[in-house]
């Protein structure tokens, strides 16, 4: 009897024979209630498909029924990475990382698969070994560069990448043969987007291509105690390449940014299994990508001699880690009818506002100026608790009166002027303290800091006698 496409049939869970009814017993094995209702389908994307084109049918299960079972991760090697992801890679997950070119997206990947092998996961210390750390594999497949490209970037940074799998093809079903035979922890596909089957097609790149080629991975690792990540190329505006439902199919979509030719920010935009706050810095050396332990040696600027006016220091949350930042602002006369805003690290609206506010409430004219705003290190800002921080640079450059020497200021502001509590006050004034800051402006009554509850109130602890 031929099977149609999308036929139901029964199959033995024993011996594998199939027929197109149910039967109590196998009449092939003789096993008992051991036939299992099977779909016909060739072409079904899923990883439990068998060879002859049958699928267990899937049935609703009862979440009384449902076990939790802990979400298993495994350490990529690297601190600030782990950091992102929200504690390590969860298996059985997918991790999409975009990055302009030349950010580092491939040194940062071939690093975590060296790194990985260092840091074999317990788990998997008596799991059959392939060539290399126990049984801890990692498979490296790219579709835009060489195994001799690789292995010489690999060299070139000291990497020990001697147990690391290179796979260098374009084609889906060579991977998946590779996948199906090496069962790695870590499967890194550099990049999606490069990848094709013959099933959407022969141009890879294509709408069709990359959501059946990514479903078809993510189906693979959705069945095992492995970690799939993938690199995508990234429009002009920064955005990840390709359909929107890309990102929705993964499991975490990590942004790889830069602000200068050194440093590297590392940030979740979507996380099923952590936070999106938290921010990894590295910065890129000759011997590749390194994590930067103390953020604010780098958002601080080391000078000699007092601090210039319109500069002004607040204390930041990334996170579960806090920093203080520099933030520095400029005043010029409007060069047109119309006053404008130049700021790519803050917000331009949020700047706006608070000049607004300085201009209502303090009583100084922003109107008719250029307003320029600039953050030290290129880290962007996005939390409410460095409004005071931003009024006093602004109104230190507007009037070219500079803060004093050694302050941090923090607090909310609001469109009635007044300086609001922020979060984790207390973890704020002791990273500031430890980083030699001794002069700490915030609202309320914190023990150790000058009280400000309102702009005026911030103005008069700032600039008192000037």
Avoid at 87 to 101: D, H, K, N, Q, Y
Avoid at 266 to 289: H, P, Q, V, W
Avoid at 434 to 451: C, Q, R
Wanted: aromatic fraction near 6%; charged fraction near 25%; proline fraction near 4%.
């Amino acid at each position: 009897m031929a099977k149609k496409k999308g036929s139901i049939v029964y199959k033995c869970s024993n011996c594998s024979y199939t027929q197109p009814g149910w039967l109590g017993r196998c009449p092939n094995c003789g096993e008992w209630n051991s036939m299992q209702e099977c779909i016909v389908d060739p072409n079904a994307a899923t990883p439990s498909l068998a060879v002859d084109g049958t699928a267990v049918k899937v049935k609703p299960v009862p979440m009384a029924k449902i076990s939790v079972q802990d979400e298993g991760r495994i350490s990529t090697g690297s601190a600030e990475f782990d950091r992102v992801l929200g504690g390590g890679a969860v298996r059985r997950s997918a991790i999409l990382i975009g990055g302009e070119p030349g950010i580092g997206k491939s040194t940062l990947l071939i690093q975590t698969a060296a790194s990985s092998l260092k840091n074999v996961p317990s788990s998997l210390k008596n799991a059959p070994s392939a060539k290399g750390a126990s049984g801890h594999r990692v498979l490296y497949v790219s579709g835009e560069e060489s195994a001799s490209q690789i292995k010489g970037r690999a060299v070139r940074l000291g990497l020990d990448t001697d147990a690391v799998e290179i796979l260098c093809t374009l084609r889906l079903e060579d991977i998946l043969d590779a996948l199906d035979s090496l069962n790695p922890s870590f499967v890194i596909i550099d990049s999606i987007q490069t990848v094709y089957s013959v099933q959407a097609g022969i141009v890879p790149g294509t709408v069709s291509q990359l959501k059946y080629c990514a479903n078809e991975l993510i189906s693979w690792v959705k069945e095992r105690d492995s970690v799939l990540f993938m690199t995508a190329h990234v429009t002009k505006a920064g955005d990840i390449a390709g359909p929107k439902s890309l990102e929705h199919m993964v499991d975490t979509v990590i942004s790889f940014e830069r602000s200068n030719d050194e440093v590297r920010f590392l940030r979740a935009t979507k996380n099923r299994f952590g936070s999106i706050d938290e921010l990894g810095i590295f910065e890129m050396e000759e011997k590749g990508l390194r994590e930067v332990a103390d953020p604010s040696s780098l958002f601080l600027t080391r000078r000699e001699g007092s601090t210039p006016a319109g500069i002004a220091c607040a204390c930041v949350f990334e996170g579960t880690r806090a920093f203080v930042v520099e933030i520095q602002a400029l005043t010029v006369p409007a060069k047109a009818s119309m006053n404008r805003v130049y700021s790519d690290k803050v917000d331009s609206a949020r700047v706006s506002r608070v000049a607004a506010v300085l201009e209502k409430r303090a009583g100084i004219k922003f109107s008719d100026q250029d307003l320029y705003i600039n953050v030290a290190g290129g880290v962007r800002l996005t939390e409410s608790a460095i409004d005071a921080a931003l009024a006093a640079a602004l109104y230190s450059a507007r009037t070219d009166l500079a803060l004093p020497e050694k302050t941090v200021v923090t607090g909310e502001l609001s469109l009635a002027g007044e300086i609001r509590p922020v979060s984790k006050i207390k973890q704020r004034i002791k990273t500031a303290r430890e980083l030699g800051f001794d002069n700490i402006v915030a609202p309320g009554k914190e023990s150790g800091t000058k009280g400000a509850n309102s702009v005026k109130d911030l103005l008069g602890v700032l600039f008192a006698g000037k």
